[in-house]
């Protein structure tokens, strides 16, 4: 969680000031794409435990659903080298941004401000749903469990 990646930011910053790799300013972003992280994790915690509440079944078909996320999101592989016709995969999910924009930040290269802007929004709309989804069904979780 949060501990596990402050502790991970200081052995890094540390290592960094060490063997005298320049940190740049572009670090001092890092606090925005962790609350964009947590947001998104809120978010989807929220949607997916209230849905599953509803329909039990989801549970099994989660960790597919999370498996195909992963492969969808940059995290292994830049997003330049995605042909045209599927970016605007990477474009709808919410996680691209947050990736690239962590990336950039640690390794030093330009901010894709537009796929940011776009994951920022996907962001606040899905934690904003989620959370209207969530009270909704949150006064029938007594009857359903």
């Known amino acids: 969680g949060l501990v596990d ?6 052995v890094l910053i540390g290592l960094a000031l ?7 300013w572009s670090l001092t972003l890092l606090p925005l794409f962790v609350m964009l992280t947590l947001l998104l994790a809120l ?3 929220m949607l997916i435990s209230a849905l599953t509440v509803r329909y039990r079944d989801l549970r099994h078909a989660l960790p597919f659903i999370i ?3 992963m492969f969808a999101s940059p995290v ?8 045209e016709k599927w ?6 999910n919410p996680l691209t941004g947050i990736i690239e924009g962590f990336r950039s930040a640690l390794v030093g290269g330009s901010f894709d401000w537009t796929t940011i802007s ?5 962001t ?6 989620s959370l209207y989804v969530f009270q909704r069904i949150e006064e029938t979780f007594a009857d359903l469990i």
């Open 5 to 10: 990646l402050a502790v991970a930011s200081v």
């Open 43 to 45: 978010g989807v915690g």
């Open 67 to 69: 498996q195909l996320w």
């Open 76 to 83: 292994i592989y830049p997003s330049g080298i995605v042909p």
């Open 118 to 122: 776009i994951s920022t929004a996907l």
């Open 18 to 24: 060490y063997y005298r790799v320049a940190l740049t």
């Open 124 to 129: 606040v709309c899905l934690f904003v749903c």
């Open 87 to 92: 970016r605007w995969v990477l474009a709808i």
